[in-house]
């Protein structure tokens, strides 16, 4: 399947009952040729509203650790768990992960990253462990397949723990300081 193939499927997907509130899906936006893809939860209202993703509070956040660290956001992949924004923005059902998941892994599959972040608890726990505990975990590595893996704070913690804010500063320049070494920029 190539990747127009894929995005035009998802973008008519009709099988969970979200795609009957979304105003657009949110596929993802980026690098296809990533060496480093972000997985966040699934869309707020901005990102329904404008169709990508990390674009709202959390996102404009999120964009300010990005610049800390030297990477670059057209650099890197920026990708979901669900590609609608559930109501209210309530966590997604695992039902509705079962259904979307494979659009994420065809996504993975086409790009072909050298290392997957998780932003916050529900990515992590559904791509790196069931139990994964983000308070406890964050920011250690886990090698799966042909990529490395990680999980960090989710943006919209910080913005209700910004204690948090010091400890995310130092994951995302280890996360560089990897991205450089795996991609030979040393
Ligand atoms: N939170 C997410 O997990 N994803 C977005 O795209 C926006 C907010």
């Known amino acids: 399947m190539t990747w127009e193939e894929l995005e035009a499927q998802c973008k008519s997907c009709e099988k969970c009952e979200l795609c009957k509130t979304r105003t657009n899906c949110v596929f993802g936006c980026g690098n296809k040729n990533a060496d480093l893809m972000f997985i966040g939860e699934a869309p707020g209202e901005n990102e329904d509203l404008t169709g990508t993703p990390f674009v709202g509070r959390a996102g404009k956040l999120f964009d300010k650790y990005l610049e800390a660290v030297g990477i670059a956001r057209e650099d890197v992949y920026i990708a ?7 109501p209210k923005n309530r966590d997604p059902l695992p039902s509705e992960q079962d259904m979307c998941i494979e659009y994420l892994r065809d996504q993975i599959r086409l790009i072909k990253p050298k290392m997957i972040v998780c932003l916050g608890r529900i990515s992590a726990m559904r791509l790196i462990d ?11 590595w886990y ?6 893996m990680t999980a960090v704070y989710h943006p919209s913690l910080l913005l209700r723990d910004p204690h948090k804010k010091e400890g995310m500063l130092t994951d995302m320049k280890m996360i560089k300081a990897r991205l450089d070494e795996l991609t030979g920029q040393t």
């Open 143 to 148: 090698k799966k397949g042909n990529f490395e």
């Open 130 to 140: 069931p139990n994964f505990k983000i308070l406890k975990e964050h920011g250690k």
């Open 80 to 86: 979901n768990m669900l590609k609608c924004r559930p």
